[in-house]
């Protein structure tokens, strides 16, 4: 209460969709479009530090919060508007032959963004001489471009009497990994990973599966490394200020190829 924090309000939002569906014999195709308009949305402030240690890092704030005998708070509080809108279709053929089983084509593709359209603000902290940033970089990228705008899947699959296989590729756009200092952004990168599986399905209910996801082995770009001049250098290294090789914002993970077998028993 000592920086401004009010008791929340509850988020309200306008969602627009229109969708259009055809279906002709074997085909089907669906197309969905969208726009979501959300009000007041809840958040978490950054961390705002009146003190760290014996260092006052920002007197107007420490000011605020020395009476309660506390160097930093933050809280949850209302403030972002956002709209979000994005569109996605999903086609598929399905294909029986005479002997050849039966395949399954589909094709399905998203597109996606988020806008911020209002900042928080709080009038406790809007008045000192050196207000605290309340929604930094970092936490607007989380919320409006931590997950890629396109993405694209196409698959096969097919089945004959108790076999089963499957192949799907999936392609990501790159994902921003923002840093509170924009010179040291980076991105995920465009990738697009394969994954293929084989199942059989035993007269006892049991069905035997295994396949390989990613098996091309992708991974997003690495973390780039800070040199002691504060410029990036990409390399192999495995770290970067103590943190991983990869970035969690990474779509598909960034644990490589990987291998499966299960066997699954229903009744």
């Given at each position: 209460?000592?920086?401004?924090?009010?008791?929340?309000?509850?988020?309200?939002?306008?969602?627009?969709?229109?969708?259009?569906?055809?279906?002709?014999?074997?085909?089907?195709?669906?197309?969905?479009?969208?726009?979501?308009?959300?009000?007041?949305?809840?958040?978490?402030?950054?961390n705002l530090i009146g003190r760290s240690g014996?260092?006052?890092?920002?007197?107007?704030?420490?000011?605020?919060?020395?009476?309660?005998?506390?160097?930093?708070?933050?809280?949850?509080?209302?403030?972002v508007d956002t709209t979000t809108k994005g569109i996605d279709l999903v086609a598929r053929y399905r294909l029986p032959t005479a002997?050849?089983?039966?395949?399954?084509?589909?094709?399905?593709?998203?597109?996606?963004?988020?806008?911020?359209?209002?900042?928080?603000?709080?009038?406790?902290?809007?008045?000192?001489?050196?207000?605290p940033a309340l929604f930094a970089r970092v936490n607007q990228n989380l919320l409006s471009s931590s997950t890629p705008e396109d993405k694209l899947n196409a698959a096969i699959d097919w089945k004959l009497g108790k076999w089963s296989a499957g192949v799907s590729a999936v392609s990501y756009s790159s994902v921003l990994v923002a840093q509170s200092n924009a010179a040291f952004d980076f991105e995920t990168g465009d990738k697009t990973v394969v994954n293929?599986?084989?199942?059989?399905?035993?007269?006892?209910?049991?069905?035997?599966?295994?396949?390989?996801?990613?098996?091309?082995?992708?991974?997003?770009?690495?973390?780039?490394?800070?040199?002691?001049?504060?410029?990036?250098?990409?390399?192999?290294?495995t770290q970067y200020n103590g943190g991983a090789a990869f970035s969690a914002r990474s779509p598909f993970g960034f644990n490589g190829r990987y291998l499966y077998t299960r066997l699954t028993k229903s009744w």
């Open positions: 209460k000592a920086l401004g924090a009010a008791p929340l309000e509850a988020e309200t939002s306008k969602n627009l969709a229109l969708g259009f569906v055809f279906h002709s014999g074997p085909f089907e195709l669906t197309l969905d479009t969208y726009k979501i308009e959300i009000e007041d949305r809840i958040v978490l402030t950054e014996t260092t006052i890092t920002n007197q107007g704030v420490f000011n605020l919060l020395s009476p309660y005998g506390v160097d930093a708070a933050r809280f949850f509080m209302n403030g002997g050849f089983g039966t395949y399954d084509f589909s094709l399905a593709y998203n597109h996606g963004e988020t806008d911020i359209d209002r900042f928080p603000a709080i009038n406790t902290l809007s008045s000192l001489p050196s207000p293929v599986s084989g199942n059989y399905k035993f007269d006892n209910g049991v069905t035997w599966a295994v396949g390989i996801d990613n098996i091309g082995d992708v991974y997003p770009n690495q973390t780039p490394l800070t040199t002691l001049s504060g410029t990036l250098t990409p390399t192999a290294s």
